[in-house]
């Protein structure tokens, strides 16, 4: 009798259709971050190609930043205690000895009663505790009078102010910014470690799409999707590597994601619409396990999550729409997480509606918007339309429990 009913089970696990039992938006994003595992690869990549990387390594300064004590304005480098008295009226007396310029190295020492013409940056000599700014100076041939007193260390950056030798200038797991990188260069380092990128195998399914550049007829379509997966790829950190489009056979479909299992995660679309030549759950099945298939999301339902060989593969909508905003939504998070990148914290304003919205209860609905005299015009199409989103500046979501935002509600606008 067991037997009996677990056959009947298999039996009606085979029929049954997927799409019907879509998951949530936050269970698939659950789904995707569990299977993000942060990449351990590192490499050493050149100081200029090492922006919004992240170290893998901490950067230790071999050296003094500054290597000596430096002026910090034009003017005069002194011996404090001959200022004490000075003033406007009873100005200080000394002798210029040496002129240096920001590169010069001194070679004389300040004594009692002279001086050292400098500019800004310039290796303060010996015996100089102090740099008098120019405007508080006037100096005729040699003799230089200075008008204001100074004290100790004025105007001066004392050797290692920046950073000190043995000093951590970035630590591991920081995302390198303009400013990082400068530090960097600070201590004389060309290069240095940072952690792999993500790569990303993209493979497109269906006989009409071709390559963007081949003459196309009636019934065929460029291949939005790789490009569009591709940029967004690059864009959180990840590293793309199209693949190219691959025949609606399933020995071919096998070999293609038996070839992008060599990447960190492989991501194809179109294949897992109800209704299509809809092969991808049988291959991955074969290959894996499903984990989802449809997202209660508009645009962007019928969404595949598979993992062969522990790699995510993950089938997007065909539509280019769907496919578009479900990277946004679910591939670019995971990537950020796998390249070890903070969450992205996207620019929102609080706009009025310029005309209603009628929603499907039960699923979250994303709809693109263009800023338009203080208002969120809506720029949706139809999933099929790539100006959806190139035309718009930004999207606002409505929850799965409203079915109607009414014009001139406020609506929340996270820009692109």
Do not use: W
Not at 30 to 40: D, T, V, Y
Not at 60 to 70: E, F, T, Y
Not at 82 to 100: K, N, S, V, W, Y
Request: aromatic share 4%; glycine share 8%; with cysteine.
């Amino acid at each position: 009798m067991k037997g009996h009913d677990h056959d009947e089970e298999e039996h009606h696990r085979r029929e049954m259709r997927p799409l019907k039992a879509l998951v949530s938006l936050d269970e698939a994003l659950n789904q995707l971050m569990r299977l993000a595992m942060p990449i351990a690869r590192t490499e050493r990549v050149p100081l200029l190609e090492a922006l919004h990387r992240v170290a893998a390594k901490d950067v230790v300064s071999g050296i003094d930043v500054p290597l000596a004590d430096r002026a910090a304005m034009d003017g005069y480098a002194v011996r404090a205690a001959d200022t004490f008295r000075a003033g406007r009226f009873r100005p200080a007396e000394m002798r210029r000895i040496e002129t240096l310029y920001a590169d010069s190295v001194p070679t004389k020492r300040v004594t009692k009663g002279t001086c050292v013409e400098v500019a800004t940056g310039s290796t303060v000599p010996k015996g100089a505790d102090a740099v008098v700014m120019v405007e508080d100076t006037e100096r005729e041939g040699n003799v230089v009078r200075v008008n204001a007193p100074v004290h100790p260390g004025e105007n001066v950056s004392p050797r290692g102010e920046d950073i000190k030798k043995g000093e951590t200038v970035v630590r591991a797991g920081e995302v390198l910014s303009p400013a990082k990188i400068g530090a960097i260069a600070a201590v004389g380092q060309t290069d240095l470690e940072v952690y792999a990128k993500p790569e990303v195998a993209i493979l497109t399914t269906g006989d009409e799409v071709i390559p963007p550049g081949q003459p196309i007829r009636p019934g065929q379509v460029y291949d939005i999707n790789a490009h569009t997966m591709a940029s967004v790829v690059g864009e959180v950190g990840g590293e793309p590597v199209l693949l190219g489009r691959v025949p609606d056979r399933l020995a071919a479909l096998k070999a293609a994601i038996r070839k992008a299992l060599a990447y960190d995660v492989v991501v194809f679309s179109g294949g897992s619409s109800v209704g299509e030549k809809d092969m991808i759950l049988d291959v991955l099945q074969a290959m894996g396990e499903v984990r989802f298939h449809g997202v209660a999301v508009k645009p962007g339902k019928p969404t595949v999550l598979g993992v062969v060989d522990g790699k995510p593969v993950l089938g997007m909508p065909g539509y280019p729409t769907s496919c578009l905003s479900n990277c946004y939504m679910m591939l670019a998070p995971m990537l950020r997480k796998m390249a070890r990148l903070p969450p992205a914290s996207g620019k929102v304003v609080e706009l009025p509606l310029s005309r209603r919205i009628v929603s499907s209860v039960g699923r979250v609905e994303f709809h693109t918007v263009r800023v338009d005299s203080s208002a969120a015009v809506p720029a949706y199409k139809e999933s099929g339309a790539i100006t959806s989103m190139a035309h718009a500046d930004g999207y606002i979501e409505i929850p799965a429990n409203v079915d109607l935002v009414e014009k001139g509600e406020t609506v929340r606008v996270v820009l692109f």
